[in-house]
T-cell receptor, first 108, second 113 residues
């Protein structure tokens, strides 16, 4: 079975500082990895998927198969980045397994 | 398009009561799923469906039933509610391709007393 680990529950950063959210996974197949974000009082929404290799709202994430990681990074945090972030892995049956999430608080 | 619609938004049940959480999507997605979100636990998969007439168990299926009689609807039934089922429930849907992202509903906050 697949597993997704997000080690830090709460991350506080100052506005303008870099943000890195760690995500490690274990899965025997070829992973499909995603980052989802949940802003206050809003539904979960897709932030990034590894296959797209794009930058969304200044965030990037690189899949490192050797380290089985998919860390999320942003060079300069903004106040509107305060949210809950979930790393997720989709298996061959299309089931999405989530990590426990990171609460990010950006301090003005 | 309304996307994924969940009803009700809030519900309070007494232990032993039954209820159905409704989920509907208008995107013609093959895949639908139910998650529960608990503090410190992330989102855990309850049940999922890869198409009408097909359902399967996720990580935490006990105490819940589902059915998928149409592509659009995927209700979640609690047959005999327990306090451990107090949670926020999210329905989500996607296309069948592996790299397709999930589209989530707004969630149902359930309290069982």
């Amino acid at each position: 079975a697949q597993r997704v680990t997000q080690p830090e529950k709460l991350l506080s950063v100052f506005k303008g500082a870099p943000v890195e959210l760690k995500c490690n996974y274990s899965y025997s197949g070829s992973p499909e990895l995603f980052w989802y974000v949940q802003y206050s009082r809003q539904r979960l929404q897709l932030l990034l998927r590894h296959i797209s290799r794009e930058s969304i709202k200044g965030f990037t994430a690189d899949l490192n198969k050797g380290e089985t990681s998919f860390h999320l990074k942003k060079p300069f945090a903004q106040e509107e980045d305060s949210a809950m972030y979930y790393c997720a892995l989709k298996d061959g049956n299309n089931r999405l397994a989530f990590g426990k999430g990171n609460q990010v608080v950006v301090i003005p | 398009n309304a996307g994924v619609t969940q009803t009700p938004k809030f519900q309070v049940l007494k232990t032993g009561q039954s209820m159905t959480l409704q989920c509907a999507q208008d995107m013609n997605h093959e895949y639908m799923s139910w998650y529960r979100q608990d503090p410190g636990m992330g989102l855990r998969l309850i049940h999922y469906s890869v198409g009408a007439g097909i359902t399967d168990q996720g990580e935490v299926p006990n105490g819940y039933n589902v059915s998928r009689s149409t592509t659009e609807d995927f209700p979640l039934r609690l047959l005999s509610a327990a306090p451990s089922q107090t949670s926020v429930y999210f329905c989500a849907s996607s296309w069948g391709q592996l790299n397709s992202p999930l589209h989530f509903g707004n969630g149902t906050r359930l309290t069982v007393t």
